[in-house]
């Protein structure tokens, strides 16, 4: 079974331009996440998807940062513009989402973003 | 609200135990993760627990769970060269929208 897909593995802009990252949840799950792990940090959530509805995006900066999953599959997470503050790793993951009382998450190899 | 705490590095030699330890503050009823994220690599789910088992066994990994004091464990046996790599202690509260709660990850230096 394939796992979760992310593109790209590594980015550099300079502030104030924008970027997007891609990623593609595993076969059949219905749920998927983007989070934000800054240098040291454990990965904080930023935006939750049930298929294509938002379940929970409260700390996702909405003045820069934006997500969509049009079609409940494929996801995009995107900054514009970006700041100096932006610079993480941006983990994909994803989950049945069938609302079972196991949910477990399954996670992509991240995003390296640097900004400079 | 949650929050995970984890002790930041653990250094062991080859072939000894290692025991990362974490805490919770969730008092519900919660599922509680082990991941494992090699350098340059996304988190790798190891195991989880549900906060009415004492404990779980697979293979060379044992949790043991307090719930009183809210402590978890994770026991590496045999600790191996390639144990090296920070380990995230999460919890999921069953209430609400699944989400997880990490701690910062304890960073395991596995001694030759």
């Known amino acids: 079974e394939a796992g979760v897909a992310q593109s790209p593995r590594y980015k550099i802009i300079e502030k104030r331009q924008s970027v997007a990252f891609w990623c593609n949840p595993i076969?059949?799950?219905?749920?998927l996440y983007w989070y934000q792990q800054i240098l040291g940090q454990g990965p904080k959530l930023l935006i939750q998807?049930?298929?294509?509805?938002?379940?929970?995006d409260s700390q996702l900066p909405k003045d820069r940062f934006s997500a969509e999953r049009l079609k409940g599959v494929d996801s995009t997470l995107k900054i514009q513009p970006a700041k100096l503050e932006d610079s993480a790793v941006y983990l994909c993951?994803?989950?049945?989402?069938?609302?079972?009382?196991?949910?477990?998450?399954?996670f992509g190899p991240g995003t390296r973003l640097l900004v400079l | 609200g949650e929050d995970v705490e984890q002790s930041l590095f653990l250094s062991v030699r080859e072939g000894d135990s290692s025991v990362i330890n974490c805490t919770y503050t969730?008092?519900?009823?919660?599922?509680l993760y082990w991941y494992k994220q090699e350098p340059g690599a996304g988190l790798q789910l190891l195991t989880y627990?549900?906060?009415?088992?004492d404990m779980k066994q697979d293979q060379r990994l044992t949790v043991l769970l307090n719930k009183k004091d809210k402590h978890l464990s994770l026991r590496i046996a045999d600790t191996q060269t390639g144990d090296s790599a920070i380990y995230f202690c999460a919890e999921m509260p069953l209430a609400g929208s699944y989400q997880l709660t990490f701690g910062k990850g304890t960073k395991l230096s596995v001694i030759p």
């Open positions: 998807f049930q298929n294509n509805g938002v379940v929970d």
């Open positions: 993951a994803s989950s049945l989402g069938a609302r079972e009382v196991k949910e477990t998450q399954y």
């Open positions: 627990i549900f906060s009415n088992m």
């Open positions: 969730d008092s519900s009823s919660t599922y």
């Open positions: 076969s059949g799950h219905a749920t």
